[in-house]
């Protein structure tokens, strides 16, 4: 199992803007996936992308994957105020822990 | 997605008694369940790994005892707290995985133990 860390810690921006996360790891991987948590509830799966692909798009969100620097983005395009959560992501690799790193929180101003 | 259905949604309790946490997978069998814990504005913690039929694997640091984790069906997962304390309060979050696939989360439990 390994860690995913999220960068930044906290973003804040306007809503209608885009939003850009980044998600680092250590080791090879068979896929990565993204999570929402609202403040106080579960977390939402929002995609997964293999260590075959490169980009992936759903809705407002579109995925990268740079398996030679070991980092994947989540780019929300035109944010709104219900985007509002923190953000993590899950790098697994063979084994099927998922070890969560700090998240991004993501605030978006009405 | 696949819905995990975690019961219930929170709990207060008296200091010392026992509380049960159940975590079902309504429309597939997880083969893997995983139960975190979350304090405010913290990431989760990942505190166990029970597969069906079979005893848990507990994180380091994480008192089996204590928190006792039972995965009698290949849908149902239960956390029960023992003798529960006030630094036992917190969020409790379960998730659901199929072999090789994504990892579903509970709607989580906030247990206050007064």
């Known amino acids: 199992s390994q860690q995913g860390e999220e960068d930044p810690q906290a973003l804040s921006i306007q809503e209608g803007e885009n939003a850009t996360m980044n998600c680092s790891y250590k080791t090879s991987i068979n896929n990565l996936q993204w999570y929402r948590q609202n403040s106080g509830r579960g977390l939402v799966h929002l995609i997964l992308i293999r260590s075959n692909e490169r980009e992936k798009h759903s809705g407002r969100l579109r995925v990268t994957l740079d398996t030679s620097k070991k980092s994947s983005s989540l780019l929300i395009t035109a944010s709104r105020a219900a985007d509002t959560a923190s953000y993590f992501c899950?790098?697994?690799?063979?084994?099927?822990?998922?070890?969560f790193g700090t998240g991004t929180r993501l605030k978006v101003l009405a | 997605g696949a819905v995990v259905s975690q019961h219930p949604s929170w709990v207060i309790c008296k200091s010392g008694t026992s509380v049960k946490i159940e975590c079902r997978s309504l429309d597939f069998q997880a083969t893997t369940m995983f139960w975190y814990r979350q304090f405010p504005k913290q990431s989760l913690m990942l505190m166990a790994t029970?597969?069906?039929?079979?005893?848990?694997?507990?994180e380091q640091g994480v008192e089996k005892d204590k928190f006792l984790i039972n995965h009698a069906s290949l849908t149902l997962s239960t956390l029960t707290v023992t003798s529960a304390h006030p630094e036992d309060s917190s969020f409790y979050i379960c998730s659901a995985r199929v072999t090789a696939g994504e990892a579903f989360f509970g709607q989580g439990t906030r247990l206050t133990v007064v």
């Open positions: 029970s597969n069906e039929g079979s005893k848990a694997t507990y």
């Open positions: 899950a790098p697994t690799s063979g084994t099927y822990k998922y070890i």
